[in-house]
């Protein structure tokens, strides 16, 4: 019998955010199914957005580690920058190409782990296997220097192909780094068991636990605390908002939406939040189910960079309704279950007002939509994405 197929997915590191989250769920998902996957983390710890996130606490890694998947680390600290190509030591570039050597295929989490394998073609320890980047932003111009490793990879024959998660993405990047390589789509697709719509019970339990009145709308922004994610847009359409509508509660996720932030905090008193406005800032949490469940709006505010946010899928498999910019594919994942603005706070608040007055319509939307939104459909395209690299690089050998 022909032995399973061996992929490598190459980390960055291990810190909150929806790419991490989507890749581990296909990770865990490919793995279940038959194939043999394991991990190459080049960070051990993750210092952003005013936190520090260690590998071993991370929800991700411990998925993936209960999944029987392996996980080996380089140890570095992951920051504002991916690490160059040059940087990494000798020592490091022998794990990385024993990692390699014993897979069938590689996967890369976005752009920025493709430096370590520039470096080890460079020194002439890169085995020949395919690579595919999964890409996750529909603005790569923020990639800083990883764009240029992607095109680098492209040119030099490193990179057989790309995985995007919205056509947006698969667009810009294409144009961005002049790529020349297998090109597939993969939309998103999320736990529909685990975000799901609360009891009676599980509901009523997470408002007391957060001092949220029954009858007291709520709005969840769920975000790290980032220029991308436009949280000063948010907060200005919660001043604008919370004017009208006092007795709505905010409730704001992510790494570093916390008062211990003191750029959180100055953002708060910059956006003219009135005083007394209920803002629940509740920093990285481990249970999103929970909190979209009590959620009436899931609110995404983003300035770039955005190309098939999880959270609007999330919240809406939960019975939230979605409410958004128009950046990437946001617009087309919402339609017929929620509302696309502009970057307006006044016209986001006014939005935000017309969805609370047509609650239930919504509300029987997202439901109705929760069939398209699982995973299973997503995992098997990446299974049989990982078919069709494999059936490249044998052509193009």
Known sequence: MARPLRVLSLYEGFFAGGARILHTDVVAGLHAGGQRHSVLSIASEARRESTVQPMQDDPRYLRLARAG????????TAGGEPPEPWGFTDDELSI??????RADAILSLKEQPLGILLALRERGMMPDVPVAACLHRSDPTHSGPALGWLAAASETGLLTATISCAQT?????????????QRWVVANGIDTESFRPGTVDEIATTKRELGIPDSAPVVVFAARFDAMKNPGLFLRAVACH???????????????????????????????????????????????????????????TSAFGEASPLCLLEGAACGATPVTTNVGDSARQVEGIGAVTSHDPDEIAATWEHVLAHRAAYRDAAFAARPRLGRDRMIDEYRDALDALLQVERAAA
Do not use: K
Not at 69 to 76: A, F, K, M, N, S
Not at 96 to 101: I, K, L, T, Y
């Open 69 to 76: 998947v392996e996980v080996r680390t380089l140890g570095r």
């Open 96 to 101: 990385a190409r024993d990692a390699v050597e």
């Open 169 to 181: 993405t698969s667009d810009a990047y294409t144009r961005a780094a002049g790529l020349s390589v």
């Open 242 to 300: 919370s004017r009208r509508r006092p007795e709505t509660r905010y409730v704001l996720c992510g790494a570093g939406m916390t008062w211990e932030n003191e750029r959180f905090r100055a953002l708060v008193q910059e956006s003219d939040v009135p005083p007394g406005t209920q803002l629940r800032a509740l920093g990285i949490r481990h249970d999103m189910p929970s909190i979209y469940r009590v959620a009436d709006i899931v609110a995404l």
